[in-house]
């Protein structure tokens, strides 16, 4: 499936359907009008990150579109009351970062208007991360951040050989480190390749993080892994707003729930926009559920 992502063909194929409703279930709609409904939903018991939908932009054109995406959405959710309860996401790969010439210099300034927005409504942005050529360009990125806007999160990839010494690097007080698995295919020179070694690595990045001084972000769906986050964060004498159980839009929606009523802060990854195509392959790729799904709402179309 990630490499399928890849072809412009089966992208064109794909995206020229109706919104599917199947792509619904990960991504709240094609607008800001659909994202700032969900989130208003969401935050009945949950907190929301919000992610405009876009990466591996080669245009300088749609780089400065995605800022300006962002930079409605912000005014929004202040106006709307929302941003004690909503923050953003961004890919820097959306705003800038692939663009031929000047690129890690155009995504830094980007992602600063972004956090300058975000600061005015009093909430904040999380850098996701990216497949492994670009980790040392995203962290140079976020530390450049976090210079004026010390709350910019990062995101680590437990699957990442690397990650571990990046946990230690980032942990110290003020940082926002959010924890996932890794959601590109990446060769064994660099990562960790079954699921057994990936769990882990991703228990050993947390108990980095739990000892740290920072805010970890656990991000995972994975019922052992959210278990033993619970324990290392109790050992560490964390309470529930010391650390995030974060999870995707559409993934587990009633353990989210039962999690967040028994007392744990939740916050839900949710995209919006119409270039979900990258976003919704990843997720397909992780459950071959989805895949037989999805395969047969294309055949049956039209
Ligand atoms: P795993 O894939 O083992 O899933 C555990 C269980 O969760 C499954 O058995 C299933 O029940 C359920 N599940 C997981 N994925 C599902 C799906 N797509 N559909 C249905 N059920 C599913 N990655 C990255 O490389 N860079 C990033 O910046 C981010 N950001 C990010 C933010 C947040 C908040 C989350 C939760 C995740 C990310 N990820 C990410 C994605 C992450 O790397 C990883 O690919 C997915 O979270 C799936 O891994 P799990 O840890 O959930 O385990």
Redesign the pocket.
Known sequence: MLAAAQSSLFRAAVESGPFDPLVNR?VAGAGDDEAVAVARRLTTDRLV?VDHLGEDTTDRAQAEATVDAYLTLLRRLGREGLADRVEV?V?LSALGQSLPRDADKIALDSARQICEAAGAVGTTVTV????HTTTDRTLATVRDLRVDYPWVGA?L?A?LHRTEADCRELAGPGSRV?L?????AEPASVAYQG?GEV?RA?VRCLKVLMGGQGLP?V?????R?IEIARFLAESSGRGPTDYEL???Y???PRAQSELAAQGHTV???LPYGTEWFGYFM??????P??LAFFARSLLTRG
């Open positions: 990960f990150t996401s890919k996701d991360m990216e497949d995101v990839q699957m959010r996932c698995k890794g959601a590109y699921a769990g991703y972000l991000a995972t769906h994975d019922p892994l974060q999870m995707l559409g993934v587990r916050r839900v990854y990843r997720r397909l790729a992780e459950r559920a989805n």
